[in-house]
């Protein structure tokens, strides 16, 4: 009953912002069980030399576009169908943070981040929704999986209103979303990732050992742990898994 209920073998995903951080984790722990991977991102060249690398594990391929305006997520939607008929695995990892004081937080700082963090999810779901649906069964449902994040969760004291905000709802978009697009044979989740050394995450980054005190499990995050995450979600395993988000972060959510 359990043999290959993880793998990703003939399956076909679309990570956005997989050109770094926790996009590229995940992007590279499907193509090892087996999928097929496209990574969106805004910058092409970057886009270009992480998917030149991550093909050592399997076929990857990049595609350069801006997820956080509606256009955006319409164009590739339009560039990933001249590629592919369908889709069965989708990631909305891109994700961007902004910190200023509350007086003097500008509205720049709050339309950037909510749009690509909590729009961009549900607009570029609805671009590829004929491709997630197309051969989407009960027997094999599709996948959207969005990364949301522990501080929608729980407030911490840097200023980042807008970050807090977006996270917190996307945290009930899966929700919503999960409801009306399990008619479809297509399953909604989330992952709520507490510290991994990413760009965004610069203290995880370049100083990893901060976190030996205030996290219970005593590190950040590895990208073991967030693949196998998104893994468990994308593949057989996580098919009954529906509107759910999975919390990573070694316990910090609920220890401290």
């Known amino acids: 009953m359990m043999k290959d209920v993880f793998s990703l073998e003939g399956r076909t995903a679309l990570v956005t912002g997989g050109s770094r951080g926790i996009g590229r984790m995940i992007a590279q722990g499907f193509l090892e069980q087996g999928a097929k991977v496209y990574i969106s991102a805004r ?61 003097e937080f500008p509205e720049a700082g709050w339309d950037k981040v909510v749009d690509l963090n909590m729009k961009a999810p549900f607009f570029l779901t609805q671009a590829l929704y004929s491709a997630l649906t197309k051969r989407a069964s009960k027997e094999r449902p599709s996948k959207v999986v969005i990364i949301a994040s522990v501080d929608g969760f729980f407030v911490n004291p840097v200023e980042s209103y807008s970050y807090h905000a977006s996270k917190a709802g996307v945290l009930h978009l899966t929700k919503k979303m999960a409801m009306h697009l399990i008619k479809d044979h297509v399953v909604v989740s989330a992952i709520a990732p507490g510290a991994f050394a990413t760009d965004m995450n610069k203290t995880a980054r370049d100083n990893p050992e901060y976190y030996d005190d205030h996290i219970p499990a005593g590190r950040i995050g590895r990208p073991e742990d967030i693949a196998s995450a998104a893994t468990f979600l994308a593949s057989r395993a996580g098919d009954y898994v529906v509107g759910t988000t999975v919390t990573v972060d070694g316990g910090v959510s609920w220890g401290y």
């Open 43 to 103: 910058k092409a060249d970057k886009a270009a030399q992480t998917a030149k690398e991550l093909s050592a594990f399997g076929p990857c391929e990049a595609l350069a576009f801006d997820v956080a305006s509606t256009d955006g997520a319409k164009a590739l939607a339009a560039a990933y169908g001249a590629k592919e008929s369908h889709l069965d695995i989708l990631v909305h990892n891109a994700g961007a943070a902004w910190g200023a004081s509350f007086r």
